[in-house]
């Protein structure tokens, strides 16, 4: 489960065209990170997988069903928000347990999967605590958990670590990537950030104006950069 195909994906927003038709195929279980400049389209790509844009053109398909026209509550992925998206006045609990109280699940089930994300993101001692009385890693784990307790095919996560101090970000990214081993899930991780990229990617995808420059392993990057666009993106000797 976690297998994200694109084929010949277009995005135009009015008549300037975002995203020119992509190929791209994500693999099971894969750590997929979308790098580039600002403006290069890394989080329109991903909103067009969560469904949360349409596409102008092409299909998207998981798991080797169609899922160009399917909204994002049933494409079955998990898209992660800066934590800043948490409910204030709630408990850690309440702000996990609420994508499954929307979807109506039974209670014990909800439980189950509550103390599930906890053990695997180290809160089981701060679900009765609210928000703000988390240090803002805390925060972000919580954000991620409400993702974890959907028991998605993808997580998908859109630069979540931007707004977390420079000391922090390196603790998170390590967390990160200890959940993506523990979850054994496909994760998809947009960053302008070379260091995530480099540090977190099983595959990194290089992005300009929308375009793959290219694709490929942090080594083969480093090693075999195409042009010195990805050369000076990835800093890389070419
Ligand atoms: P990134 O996440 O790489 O910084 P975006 O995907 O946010 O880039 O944006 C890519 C391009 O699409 C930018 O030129 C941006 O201005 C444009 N864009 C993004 N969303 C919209 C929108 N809803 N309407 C019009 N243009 C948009
Ligand atoms: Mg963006």
Redesign the pocket.
Known sequence: MGRITLDKVTKK??D?E?IPPLDLTINDGEFVVFV??????????L?LIAGL?DVTDGEIRIDGKPATDLPPAKRGLAMVFQSYALYPHMSVRKNIAFPMKMAGMPEDEQKRRIENAARALNLTDYLDRRPGQLSGGQRQRVAIGRAIVREPAAFLF?EPLSNLDAALRVGMRMEISELHKKLDTTMIY?T?DQVEAMTMADKIVV?RA?NIEQVGSPLELYRNPRNTFVAGFIGSPK
Not at 36 to 45: A, D, E, H, I, Y
């Open positions: 927003f009015g300037v975002v580039g400049p600002s403006g290069c389209g890394k989080s329109t790509l909103r844009e859109d947009v302008h992005l929308g």
